[in-house]
């Protein structure tokens, strides 16, 4: 008699895209445990040489979200506030304004540009597939796939929540990632 090892149950098996965005997601999560409950000056704070805060990194997230995702990723438009915004002029608005707006509008904007992503991103899966492309091209001509989008956005959380782990410790000594059950968005 041959004994094998007990399978999975197919519920417990993930797809590609489940297994991707469960990691953008706990990303998010742990993002989120690192700059959440602070008040403006918390959200102000600046480290070492650096004039970056939490806020500002808060609201550039949430504009990466509309960029990449939104707008890249499915081709939507940016929507509000980045629509309005003359970046040309302003390149560091996001992380200007950021450091000065009040903590209940920074993480707003950041939950719904978190929200309207996963909208998108669950249409964009279900339309095109992981292999599918993304709705801009380099200017060498290149398409993205969906995949390369989300490993990018992954990427974007993993290098920020780095900075965010060192600004949050700087101003009330936070550190680690927060336990799952700890934070919800």
Known sequence: MSETAPQPSPSAVRTEAES?????????????????GLDEKGLRATT?????????????VALVEADWLA????????????GAVD???????EWRTGKLDSPENVYALWREAVERSRKVVAEVIEERGLDGPASFSWPGGRTPTVRAMLLDMIEEYARHTGHADIL??????????????????
Do not use: C, I
Request: aromatic fraction near 12%; glycine fraction near 10%; avoid cysteine.
């Open 71 to 82: 707008v890249k990723l499915a081709g939507q438009e940016y929507g509000a506030p980045w």
């Open 48 to 60: 070492a040489a650096s004039s970056m805060t939490l806020g500002g990194l808060v609201k550039h």
């Open 168 to 185: 949050r410790e700087a101003v009330d000594g936070r550190v680690g990632e927060g336990a799952p059950e700890d934070f919800t968005f």
């Open 87 to 93: 970046f040309d002029a302003d390149p560091d608005w």
């Open 20 to 36: 991707l965005l469960s990691v953008l997601e706990r990303n998010r999560r742990t993002f989120a445990w690192k700059t959440s």
